[in-house]
């Protein structure tokens, strides 16, 4: 389970094998056993006996900002595995094979868009059905665009790829939006800041899924600032920002279900002087109940029953693998 630590004066030390968390309610012992990660926001503590027991077992601490975005990481000074894993995946990245490898996210993140715009379409609604046809025809015409770059590097499709992407989100999202409760619909996809609620809860939701996909990676031994598409700077987890694209659609689907059950009321989020729009303590708690909720869901892949958040651990596993061939 995920320890989520973000409300004011908390604090987190040890007790023995376990955790105790010190709040204005009293204390709780939560035991390591069964502890995956801890996420702390601001105005939190933790003693440094709670960060070695975390480190000693593996488990990772994440401090977030109020946008859920991570900002720290607490990790054992080890990587996954040995330094050939590294160095494959920077031959990688410059090989003719990186270019199907990231046509291919492009590709999923866009056949995974059709399919939540065929789940929130109101079927007895004409309107809907023709904007969701419309919609799908469009974004399938990206994706035969993106089918037929070639290139032997990255760079040679890079700016294509992103305009053709990009585009292809502004259509599913204009199409979605069309889908929600009045009262929760957007003008458009915005981030740092957000300026409406359904925008707060998405970018709140993606900073939990780099938070979950860079510490996957790392745990596979890769190097989460080496990225394929996203470019290498600012010191920013680059490949995380790629492969999140695989998995953006699971958040959309957690948001986009919350605001069509209007669970979010204005308790949960304020607006600043600026505009921008910020979700509060409640809608924070609601988001990470929520996110944390689905990607704790067994499913069925491949035959077997695995969590979402552990297909996310296989595919970094996988993904490590393929990059030890390149050495």
């Known amino acids: 389970m995920d320890l989520v630590i973000n409300s004011y004066g908390v604090t987190v030390s040890r007790d023995n094998n376990g955790f105790v968390i ?110 969701k046809n419309t919609a799908i025809n469009r974004l399938e015409a990206y994706r035969h665009k993106i089918a037929s770059l070639q290139g032997d590097r990255v760079a040679d499709i890079a700016s294509p790829l992103r305009g053709w992407e990009g585009t292809a989100s502004r259509i599913y999202f204009e199409t979605i939006n069309e889908f929600l409760p009045a009262h929760y619909r957007f003008d458009q996809r ?6 409406d609620v359904a925008n707060a809860m998405l970018n709140y939701g993606y900073g939990i899924m780099y938070g979950k996909i860079e510490g996957a990676l790392i745990k596979a031994g890769i190097d989460p600032y080496i990225g394929v598409l996203h470019r290498n700077e600012y010191n920013r987890p680059a490949l995380a920002f790629d492969i999140i694209e695989l998995y953006r659609m699971w958040v959309d689907y957690v948001v986009f279900s919350l605001l069509a059950q209007r669970v979010m009321g204005d308790e949960h989020y304020s607006t600043r002087d600026d505009g921008s729009c910020w979700l509060e303590a409640l809608g924070r708690r609601i988001m990470i109940q929520s996110v944390n909720d689905f990607l704790h869901e067994v499913v069925e892949h491949d035959n077997m029953s695995r969590s979402r958040l552990t297909l996310i651990g296989i595919y970094a596993q996988e993904l490590a693998q393929l990059f030890k061939k390149y050495n």
């Open 190 to 195: 915005t981030q740092r800041p957000a300026m």
């Open 22 to 131: 010190n709040n204005a309610d009293g204390r709780q012992r939560v035991p390591v056993a069964g502890v995956s990660s801890i996420l702390i926001g601001r105005g939190a503590l933790i003693t440094s006996d709670a960060v070695l027991l975390a480190v000693d077992n593996e488990i990772e601490i994440l401090f977030t900002d109020p946008a859920g975005n991570p900002t720290a990481r607490v990790w054992s000074p080890k990587y996954g595995s040995i330094s050939t894993i590294r160095k494959g995946q920077l031959l990688f990245t410059q090989s003719p094979d990186s270019v199907p490898w990231i046509k291919d996210i492009v590709d999923k993140k866009i056949e995974n868009q059709q399919a939540l715009i065929l789940l929130m379409a109101n079927p007895d609604d004409p309107r809907a059905g023709n904007l």
